[in-house]
């Protein structure tokens, strides 16, 4: 199997696009930690799972805006995994209203979860990484980070930090052999369903399709790919799963 053995943690993972690589990153092989703030509904998923995949599945509740807890919940995952081999950071929130009626709340929401919340969960991988020589970090960016998309400017601007920072960790931790790239999804979820009435007329504009794509037909494959060997010469990048939604380079 592709990611045989594969030690990986990923958040956001009791639903969406979380919940689609998690299944699919078990089904190449690997053992797998899902973590998730929801912690009912994460567990529920991981008891959803097939006998043989939930034999190498655990789910660990973590709040990413908190670094005690993305600590705790970081070595508990490595203890249960015995040693990290990759983190596919996809948790992440948004929030919807014209730039003027953005409140501080609304701000600190959407900066500490997406921006910090990645800059705190990979800097646990990292220091489980590093003493290793190996990892392979994704973080999950937004094609509103690239281009404009109306009332979600404080979203978009998360998103741009968080490619960004992932940049600087792929030149930084390159030598230490650990990969870290930007997963730039357009991509149905629970979260997309609920802007469609804002935003239908962009997702409609998709080249491929007319549509967003599908999480487990569309996104797990490519997460699988960048999981493993592979993808062991690319880092650095901004990979776009959105059907030509924005076309980067």
Same mark, same amino acid.
């Given at each position: 199997?592709?990611?045989?053995? @594969? ?24 053992? =797998? ?24 599945? @655990? /789910? ?7 670094? !005690?807890?993305?600590? !705790? ?6 203890? /249960? ?9 996809? #948790? ?7 730039? +003027? ?8 929401? +959407? ?14 991988? +990292?220091?489980?990484?590093?003493? !290793? ?23 978009? #601007?998360? @998103? ?8 600087? +960790? ?9 990969? =870290?790239?930007? =997963? ?33 037909? %569309? ?5 699988? /790919?960048?999981?493993?060997? %592979? ?16 076309? =980067?380079?």
């Amino acid at each position: 199997m592709r990611l045989q053995d @594969k030690r990986i943690v990923v958040t956001g993972g009791a639903q969406g696009m979380g919940e689609s690589t998690v299944r699919a990153y078990l089904e190449a092989g690997a053992v =797998v930690v899902s973590m998730d703030l929801k912690q009912d509904q994460g567990q529920a998923m991981v008891d959803s799972l097939p006998e043989e995949l939930a034999a190498r599945a @655990k /789910f660990i509740a973590v709040d990413v805006t908190r670094r !005690a807890s993305v600590t !705790a919940a970081m070595s508990a995952a490595v203890e /249960f995994l015995g040693g990290l081999d990759v983190l596919a950071h996809v #948790a992440g929130v948004q929030r919807s209203k014209p730039t +003027l009626e953005f409140t501080d709340e609304d701000i600190d929401f +959407l900066v500490r979860t997406n921006l910090v919340g990645t800059m705190i969960t990979n800097q646990a991988a +990292l220091a489980h990484m590093e003493p !290793a020589g190996q990892g392979v970090i994704l973080n999950f960016g937004s094609d509103s980070g690239l281009v404009p998309m109306k009332n979600i400017s404080v979203y978009s #601007a998360t @998103k741009g930090g968080i490619m960004a920072w992932t940049r600087s +960790l792929a030149g930084e931790f390159g030598p230490s052999g650990i990969r =870290v790239n930007t =997963v730039v999804p357009a991509i149905k979820t629970p979260m997309t369903t609920q802007g469609r009435g804002e935003r239908g007329a962009v997702y409609s504009s998709v080249p491929l399709g007319g549509d967003l794509g599908e999480p487990d037909a %569309d996104l797990a494959p490519v997460m699988v /790919f960048l999981a493993s060997d %592979d993808s062991r010469f690319i880092t650095g990048q901004m990979i776009s799963v959105n059907g030509g939604l924005c076309m =980067v380079r």
